[in-house]
């Protein structure tokens, strides 16, 4: 079976226009300098990673070995003895974090759940779906969660468990929740290390926190207790992707062993794609620490540059520490709908991904566009 002419065009044309728009994003927290070609000769399998990784399962073409490699280095880069961690690799970040909160929950069944106004929207699907009982708490004016308030919230329920969503870089600011300043509160609340959960959701920034010179608290030395990183995002691949990261001892109690694969159950889903920890895997080991740094670098000095630039011309943007995400009043429609920026009915972004260091020329297009629309008034917010 072949197919149509009809649809042979339809598809060409489709392949077209994502030609033309591969590098044009610079709205959404996704790069596009990945480059994947070797691992195309793995489409005419049916790989499959239902189960545990470090288990032997019984369907042969899994991935097994490149998904734990990922995990080592994961663990690495978030600062947990390997053998004393355990996560997989995920369909993206909600789905790490929404296994997160699901290990929370069983760790602390009367527990509440504590996240920000800022806390990407699948947060309230997650809590629905667990049915979690949660506070949302205020934000700052910057995006961090207001932690007066946080303390206000805790102590008014101080016999429950609590379980904190942080943000380690919201979705709209960029902004990074201060682990310290939460540790404390929970501290001064009476609660001890064993008597809280602590996830990180770190979809974006955390793979750039890892890179920069003087990050934020972000990782398990820090007190984290879960942590979830989205792949398509910072890293970049084709199908969306992330790992979530925890303790062993917590999977343990949500483990249950499956005659019918020969493996634990430890996940979310029953099947698991085994092509993308084959890609993260590829994503790792073809550059080096170094190399990942100077990208990371590079994106961070490129957001401040755009930051500079707006100011310049009179365009009040401003961005968080160490994210790439530029914040500034909501442009005209014509404006967001041209570069197709997300925003809300006071501010919109542009995010600086690996792709955009060789894109100026598009950043500095956008620069103009909001210098007219600032000059003749056409801001929205
Ligand atoms: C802060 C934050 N958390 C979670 C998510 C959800 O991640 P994913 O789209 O990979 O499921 C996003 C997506 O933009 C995000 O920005």
């Known amino acids: 079976m072949q197919l149509s002419a009809q649809d042979q065009q339809l598809l060409h044309d489709f392949f077209q226009t994502c030609k033309l728009n591969q590098f044009n994003n610079i709205g959404y927290p996704v790069s596009a300098d990945f480059n994947y070609q070797e691992l195309e000769k793995f489409w005419q399998f049916s790989l499959n990673n239902c189960g545990d990784w470090?288990?032997?399962?019984?369907?042969?073409?899994?991935?097994?070995r490149f998904e734990k490699e990922v995990m080592r280095y994961f663990a690495e880069k978030f600062q947990i003895p390997f053998e004393t961690s355990?996560?997989?690799?995920?369909?993206?970040?909600?789905?790490?974090?929404?296994?997160g909160c699901y290990l929370a929950r069983e760790r602390f069944p009367n527990g509440i759940l504590y996240f920000s106004e800022d806390t990407h929207y699948s947060v309230a699907k997650i809590v629905?779906?667990?049915?979690?009982?949660?506070?949302?708490?205020?934000?700052?004016?910057?995006?961090?969660?207001?932690?007066?308030?946080?303390?206000?919230?805790?102590?008014?329920n101080k016999n429950m468990n609590p379980i904190i969503f942080a943000n380690i870089g919201t979705t709209l600011y960029g902004a990074i929740d201060d682990l310290n300043k939460i540790k404390s509160i929970l501290k001064n609340s009476g609660f001890q290390k064993d008597e809280y959960y602590l996830h990180a959701d770190a979809a974006f920034h955390g793979m750039i926190l890892p890179f920069v010179d003087s990050p934020q608290p972000y990782a398990f030395a820090d007190?984290?207790?879960?942590?979830?990183?989205?792949?398509?995002?910072?890293?970049?691949?084709?199908?969306?992707c992330g790992v979530v990261l925890t303790k062993k001892e917590y999977v343990e109690k949500i483990s249950v062993a499956v005659?019918?694969?020969?493996?634990?159950?430890?996940?979310?889903?029953?099947?698991?794609?085994?092509?993308?920890p084959l890609m993260l895997w590829y994503a790792i080991k073809s550059s080096t620490e170094q190399e990942k740094e100077i990208r990371v670098k590079r994106c961070l000095r490129l957001a401040e540059y755009a930051v500079e630039k707006l100011n310049e011309k009179g365009?009040?943007?401003?961005?968080?520490?160490?994210?790439?995400?530029?914040?500034?009043?909501?442009?005209?429609?014509?404006?967001?709908?041209?570069?197709?920026?997300?925003?809300?009915?006071?501010?919109?972004?542009?995010?600086?991904?690996?792709?955009?260091?060789?894109n100026i020329e598009l950043l500095d297009q956008l620069i103009d566009d909001l210098a007219v629309d600032m000059e003749s008034c056409e801001f929205i917010a």
């Open 54 to 64: 470090a288990g032997k399962a019984n369907y042969n073409l899994n991935t097994f």
């Open 86 to 99: 355990w996560g997989y690799v995920t369909n993206g970040g909600t789905e790490g974090n929404m296994y």
């Open 128 to 156: 629905k779906l667990l049915r979690i009982e949660h506070r949302v708490v205020k934000s700052l004016p910057n995006g961090e969660i207001d932690y007066d308030d946080l303390q206000r919230l805790i102590e008014r």
């Open 223 to 240: 007190g984290i207790d879960s942590i979830s990183v989205s792949g398509h995002k910072m890293i970049g691949a084709p199908i969306p």
């Open 259 to 276: 005659d019918y694969i020969v493996a634990d159950d430890k996940t979310i889903t029953g099947s698991r794609n085994g092509l993308t």
């Open 315 to 358: 365009v009040p943007a401003w961005k968080n520490l160490n994210s790439t995400i530029v914040v500034f009043p909501t442009p005209s429609e014509s404006v967001w709908r041209k570069y197709g920026l997300a925003n809300t009915v006071k501010h919109a972004h542009l995010i600086i991904t690996g792709h955009m260091i060789d």
